[in-house]
T-cell receptor, first 106, second 113 residues
């Protein structure tokens, strides 16, 4: 089993849609989790941390399910500018998932 | 705002040549990383570095690769004899302690011809 696995995507959604990504991890000792965003040919940039109780930042909500060993990212009211690849990171190992490509269309 | 800086932004080299990619992590960070991303593919972990030694490396990080922190600021990745398949974007990252977010440099695009 891969250390970090993500929904393969791609996700093509209209503006205003709600979209959710999942990421599963294999190391149950993992302590911290993050979602990064990567635009084409750019470096990954932190989108948000994922806390045990779940957390929200504007239109973005992150959840952690330790029992099932997955994290999720929910994007509400998608904007054109949300088009990017979303990467989950399990920080004990600093391994990235393969990324999920999101395209938001007008 | 502190940032991770990488130089050069783009390097073209002939197959078989040695290259050194340079990174200046954020000054109070203790953990350093190199990643590789072949065009259109995933971000692949190469190596992590802490306390002046490699803490973990992937299967990609073979004998052709080495890392060094020659002084208090630079963190370098050396590829001894480049191959065509080494062509990729190389990202350096650093973080202050384990389990905190990592910050990435803008990357070095390596083209091996």
């Amino acid at each position: 089993r891969k250390e970090v696995e993500q929904d393969p995507g791609p996700f093509n959604v209209p503006e205003g849609a709600t979209v959710a990504f999942n990421c599963t991890y294999s190391n149950s000792a993992s302590q911290s989790f993050f979602w990064y965003r990567q635009d084409c040919r750019k470096e990954p940039k932190l989108l948000m941390s994922v806390y045990s109780s779940g957390n929200e930042d504007g239109r973005f909500t992150a959840q952690l399910n330790r029992a099932s060993q997955y994290i999720s990212l929910l994007i509400r009211d998608s904007k054109l500018s949300d088009s990017a690849t979303y990467l989950c990171v399990v920080t004990r190992d600093m391994r990235f998932g393969a990324g999920t490509r999101l395209t938001v269309k007008p | 705002e502190p940032e991770v800086t990488q130089t050069p932004s783009h390097q073209v080299t002939q197959m078989g040549q040695e290259v050194i990619l340079r990174c200046v992590p954020i000054s109070n960070h203790l953990y350093f990383y190199w990643y590789r991303q072949i065009l259109g593919q995933k971000v692949e972990f190469l190596v992590s570095f802490y306390n002046n030694e490699i803490s973990e490396k992937s299967e990609i990080f073979d004998d052709q690769f080495s890392v060094e922190r020659p002084d208090g600021s630079n963190f370098t990745l050396k590829i001894r004899s480049t191959k065509l398949e080494d062509s990729a974007m190389y990202f350096c990252a650093s973080r202050v302690v384990m389990n905190t977010e990592a910050f990435f440099g803008q990357g070095t695009r390596l083209t091996v011809v």
